[in-house]
């Protein structure tokens, strides 16, 4: 089902973005951005606190809009690869929850090229005492 662009907010939490790309259970939200150029969330229509808290048909709707997402901003953008992931909980870096797959195209030119999700955590001062 897919809708013109325009802007959507949760109800019960206040999330809420420019859809960019929609079909029946999930929204791709994007906002202007200045650094991470493409950049965007993929957020169920229906609140959920976390990606554990979402159904099969969900599960489903957001695989379908990822795929849609990669092409559309490989279309626009070419970048040549992509950061995806989510965040749980406030310990994990979750701000606003609602549940919301990052979807974060990479380009060979930035200064942090090459460097993945993994990266920040593996740096020495995020070493756990024990």
Same mark, same amino acid.
């Given at each position: 089902m897919p809708e013109a662009p325009g802007t959507w907010r949760c109800p019960k939490?206040?999330?809420?973005?420019?859809?960019?790309? #929609?079909?029946?259970?999930? +929204?791709?939200? !994007?906002e202007p951005q200045r650094v991470l150029v493409g950049s965007g969330l993929i957020v169920p229509r229906a609140h959920r606190?976390?990606?554990?808290?979402?159904?099969?048909?969900?599960? #489903?709707?957001?695989?379908? +809009?990822?795929? !849609?997402?990669?092409e559309l901003l490989d279309g626009l953008h070419r970048p040549q690869g992509?950061?995806?992931?989510?965040?749980?909980?406030?310990?994990?870096?979750?701000?606003?929850?609602?549940?919301h797959l990052h979807v974060i195209p990479r380009f060979e030119d930035e200064p942090l090229a090459g460097k993945g999700i993994r990266y920040w955590l593996k740096q020495p001062g995020n070493a756990r005492p024990g």
């Amino acid at each position: 089902m897919p809708e013109a662009p325009g802007t959507w907010r949760c109800p019960k939490c206040g999330m809420a973005g420019r859809v960019t790309l #929609a079909n029946e259970l999930c +929204l791709f939200l !994007q906002e202007p951005q200045r650094v991470l150029v493409g950049s965007g969330l993929i957020v169920p229509r229906a609140h959920r606190p976390t990606l554990f808290d979402l159904d099969a048909d969900e599960w #489903a709707a957001t695989h379908s +809009l990822l795929r !849609q997402a990669r092409e559309l901003l490989d279309g626009l953008h070419r970048p040549q690869g992509y950061n995806v992931g989510w965040n749980v909980g406030a310990t994990a870096g979750q701000e606003i929850f609602h549940a919301h797959l990052h979807v974060i195209p990479r380009f060979e030119d930035e200064p942090l090229a090459g460097k993945g999700i993994r990266y920040w955590l593996k740096q020495p001062g995020n070493a756990r005492p024990g």
